[in-house]
T-cell receptor, first 112, second 116 residues
Framework: QKEVEQNSGPLSVPEGAIASLNCTYSDRGSQSFFWYRQYSGKSPELIMFIYSNGDKEDGRFTAQLNKASQYVSLLIRDSQPSDSATYLCAVSVGGYGNKLVFGAGTILRVKS | EAQVTQNPRYLITVTGKKLTVTCSQNMNHEYMSWYRQDPGLGLRQIYYSMNVEVTDKGDVPEGYKVSRKEKRNFPLILESPSPNQTSLYFC???????????????FGQGTRLTVV
């Protein structure tokens, strides 16, 4: 079992819809969870960070964390074609939680 | 402007010829790390550093070395590159541990390495 798993997609949603991206992780001791967006041919950029159970909202993005079920999700409201990218989930692991493990990423396509 | 600068951007080398990829950040971040990105495998952490002279292995450290003699610089060294190290490499720096509700992290532009 991989430490961090994401559905590779592509996930296709129409413009204006809610895109829901999911990530599961195996290390119960993980404390920090990140979502990165990576456009084709570009570097990853951090879009959301969450460390406590529940929801965290930032503009059109909402990160949701459920440590008991070991999953973290990213919701993108009012999806735009400019949101089309690969979304990477990253989780801190290890005894001190200083190592980062990334999922393979989910490709999101927003159709206008 | 917050920046992580990697050099070179592109590099073609031959098996066994030692090389160094440089990485520098201007944000005074303690945490720096190196990743390789391969199709279908996502980003995999090679090494990370919590501060000057503090480094530790990530998931795929074999064949790589790092050093952190200054806070701003974190070079990646391949002492004897092999074709299976052909990949896209990213350096990143960030606040660590994440500061309260928010944190920041920045990636360099990437170095595309080909070992023939």
């Amino acid at each position: 079992q991989k430490e961090v798993e994401q559905n590779s997609g592509p996930l296709s949603v129409p413009e204006g819809a809610i895109a829901s991206l999911n990530c599961t992780y195996s290390d119960r001791g993980s404390q920090s969870f990140f979502w990165y967006r990576q456009y084709s041919g570009k570097s990853p950029e951090l879009i959301m960070f969450i460390y406590s159970n529940g929801d965290k909202e930032d503009g059109r993005f909402t990160a949701q964390l459920n440590k008991a079920s070991q999953y973290v999700s990213l919701l993108i409201r009012d999806s735009q074609p400019s949101d089309s990218a690969t979304y990477l989930c990253a989780v801190s692991v290890g005894g001190y939680g200083n190592k980062l493990v990334f999922g393979a990423g989910t490709i999101l396509r927003v159709k206008s | 402007e917050a920046q992580v600068t990697q050099n070179p951007r592109y590099l073609i080398t031959v098996t066994g010829k030692k090389l160094t990829v440089t990485c520098s950040q201007n944000m005074n971040h303690e945490y720096m790390s190196w990743y390789r990105q391969d199709p279908g495998l996502g980003l995999r952490q090679i090494y990370y550093s919590m501060n000057v002279e503090v480094t530790d292995k990530g998931d795929v450290p074999e064949g790589y070395k790092v050093s952190r003699k200054e806070k701003r610089n974190f070079p990646l060294i391949l002492e004897s590159p092999s074709p299976n190290q052909t990949s896209l490499y990213f350096c990143a720096s960030s606040l660590w541990p994440p500061a309260g509700m928010n944190t920041e992290a920045f990636f360099g532009q990437g170095t595309r390495l080909t070992v023939v």
